[in-house]
Each structure stands twice: as C-alpha cells, then as structure tokens.
C-alpha cells in the first residue's frame, strides 16, 4: 500500500530562502502557464496541452539560467502537470453540471508546495547516510537539508514534496510497498457515533471526550484577527500579523489530527468491525442564511452549530480511521445515518418525541431510556453487521 510521512524540516537561513525562491519561481511558471492556455484559446481557439509546454519547458530554463533554470526540470513538469490536473477537474465538472470554478492565477499565499516526481530526480532522501545522527533531504538548487525524522520509513520512497505552512517547512515522502501490520484478532464489533458533546460515542458506553480545540483557541485568533484588520496592506507588520494568524490556525490543525489519530488507533487496536455513520459534512454545514426574497431561519444558531461541526473535525477522524483500519486488516463499513437517532434499540420504534434533549432518550413505545448517543450507536452497529450480512449472502 501507499502512505505519506510527513517531517519538519530545519533549514539554515539561507536554505529558507531558497526554499523560498524555488517555490516562488514555480508560482510564476503556474501563473505563466495558466495565462498562456487562456490566451491561446481566447486569440486563437486553441487549447493548450501539457505536453506541448512540457516541451517549450527547455527553452525557458535556456532563457533563465540564473532563475527557472536553477531548479529541477522534473519539480516543473510536477507543476506543469499540476496545472493539467486542475483543467482536467473543471472540465469534468462542466460535463457534471456542477459550478466549474475555472483554474486561478495563484496568488503568494496561495501557492505552498512543490514536488519532486521522483526520488533521486533533482532530488534524494537521506542524502547523507553517513552522518551519525541527522538526516537530510537535496534538493536541487537548495542543498542538503536537515530533516527532523522522528519515526522510521517504510517502504519505498516515490516522490518527495516540499510544503510550507505558516514560517514552517515540511517535507513529505510518499511511499510504494509500504508493508501492511494487521493486528491479532479481538472478535469485538463497535458501532460508533460522531457527536458535537462527544467526538466519538461506542455501542459499548464509551465516550471520547471533544476537545473543541478552535473555541480554546478562539480569544488569542480573535485578538490576532484584530489586530491584522489594523495594519496595512503590504506592510512588514502586516506580514508579521499574518503569520501570527496562519500560526494559530497551524497549531488548532495539529492538535486536531493528533486527537484524531490517537482516537482511531484506539478503535482500531480495540475492534475488528467498525462501523460508522455514512455522513455528508458539507450539506450538514450549509448556511441557513438563505436568500433576500426567502431569508433563513434560526441563523445565527445553525452558524454555531456548524462552527462547532467543523471543530470537531469529523471528516478528518473519518479519514485517518478509515486508513488505519486498511493498514491494520480492520472492517470498516459505512451506514445511511437517517432514523438511527430516533430509533429505540430495543423496540424498533421511531419518533421525533423519543429524542427528549441532545443526551437523553426514551422511547415512547416500550419506556426504553439511554443515553441518546449510545442508543444511535447502537443502532449504527447492527445497521452495519446487517449489511455485512446481505454481502456474506450474496
């Protein structure tokens, strides 16, 4: 299987600065290419192809040695390819009939990483075996950087990318043939429920605590949010606000994935079937704002409710559990939410009143009383194994 590790890196300041003229020279060639594909068609009619400028790529690099020239001819075509990629997705979102979101020209913050297609390509993973305590990372044009490696790789190195975030750089390593670790058998099944009280709620009684990480943090990104709407627009304090900013919201990220990867490995190392609720985040996070002619209703609730859906960050919880699970040999199996919140365990019925407040249920058929989030993992659980059962079947 294919997995990433991602590690900090430590460059020198003049590292950094290389850095940071590769990624910004890379912008410009993004930016170049994209105008030269709309002119082209806007003069001509002619669509501009990948291929054709990968092949004009050489006589840019001859043009400026001192600039394009200095940085690996493969990165470029990543990025050439990149710019293919986002051409690719809004044409197919035409066809869908969905918003297109025609390709943008990348502005300096919009632009945070480079790629390197292939290890020992313009660039080399521990470029320095020799050395007996640091690892380092070449890249072309930059040097051998100091890698803060806090776990050992696995597999065999692909490519290698570049990313910066806030005043951090990171380099991330994707991986081929990286060995699978299935754990021993528990013969333990779980239905769990994603909550705004509790992150995680088990058909067992368990619950895993929300951290709401962003409404710690919410008085010190306020102040710095202030305290950046003051300053002037391309000023050097304004780019010392900025990354204030990023910061903040750099460290809330962090702490959300750790949270996350911790919580799964816990399910994962605990059950052999998992089974979850199937959840489409972005509809249960639309604006009820609505429109002039039919405004919403109940507004500035729904806001905080979906603020608090998104600090919860249970896409993100979904995902890493979903990958640990096919990492460890775990099932995992995904169910239509609708009813299992309403639903009594132990009876069947479904009414909008068994739902008395956000913790308490009791049905009003059989008398049945849980805690809500238990009685709908409950549900979730033997939702899934009856799945599982219709496929065994057929």
């Not at 909550?195 to 067992?204: N, P």
């Not at 559990?321 to 132990?346: D, F, M, Q, Y």
């Not at 019925?349 to 913790?359: F, G, I, M, S």
């Not at 308490?360 to 009685?375: E, K, L, P, R």
Request: one cysteine or more; glycine letters at 8%; hydrophobic letters at 40%.
């Amino acid at each position: 299987m294919r997995r990433a590790f991602t590690f900090l890196l430590r460059p020198t300041v003049k590292q950094a600065a290389a850095l940071a003229a590769c990624l910004e020279d890379h912008r410009t060639l993004y930016n170049a290419a994209l105008e030269h594909r709309r002119t082209a068609y806007a003069k001509a009619g002619v669509s501009v192809r990948y291929a054709d400028q990968s092949a004009e790529l050489k006589y840019i690099r001859a043009d400026d040695a001192g600039g394009q020239g200095r940085w690996s001819f493969s990165s470029q075509q990543a990025t050439l390819r990149r710019l293919d990629k986002a051409f690719r997705a809004f044409f197919d979102r035409v066809k869908a009939g969905r918003t297109p979101g025609f390709p943008r020209f990348k502005g300096r913050g919009r632009f945070d990483s480079v790629e390197w297609p292939r290890d020992g390509d313009g660039c080399r993973w521990d470029s320095q075996p020799e050395h007996p305590s640091a690892t380092f990372v070449r890249l072309q044009g930059v040097g051998h950087v100091r890698v803060h490696q806090h776990r050992p790789i696995r597999g065999r190195v692909k490519t290698i990318s570049v990313k910066r975030e806030g005043m951090r750089w990171y380099v991330v390593l994707s991986c081929d043939d990286v060995p699978t670790g299935p754990l021993p058998a528990t013969g333990a099944v779980a239905g769990i429920d994603l909550g705004v009280a509790s992150l995680v709620t088990t058909s067992g009684g368990a619950h895993v605590a929300n951290p709401r990480h962003l409404a710690a943090t919410a008085d010190r990104l306020a102040a710095a949010q202030r305290d950046l709407a003051r300053k002037k627009r391309g000023s050097k304090r304004r780019h010392k606000a900025v990354a204030r900013v990023a910061a903040l919201h750099g460290k809330v990220r962090r702490q959300r994935l750790d949270h996350a990867h911790k919580t799964a490995l816990v399910l994962v190392r605990g059950y052999d079937v998992i089974v979850h609720e199937d959840l489409r985040i972005t509809n249960m996070t639309r604006s009820a704002s609505g429109t002039i002619d039919a405004p919403g209703r109940n507004v500035a609730a729904k806001s905080g409710l979906n603020r608090s859906i998104l600090d919860a960050g249970w896409g993100v919880f979904l995902t890493i559990l979903a990958h640990k699970a096919e990492s460890a040999g775990r099932e995992l199996i995904a169910v239509n939410p609708a009813g299992t919140s309403r639903t009594c365990a132990r009876c069947g019925h479904c009414a909008k009143e068994n739902r008395l407040t956000q913790a308490a249920f009791a049905c009003t058929a059989c008398g049945h009383a849980a805690h809500a989030d238990v009685n709908a993992a409950i549900n979730i659980l033997r939702a899934g194994l009856a799945l599982r059962r219709a496929a065994e079947a057929a």
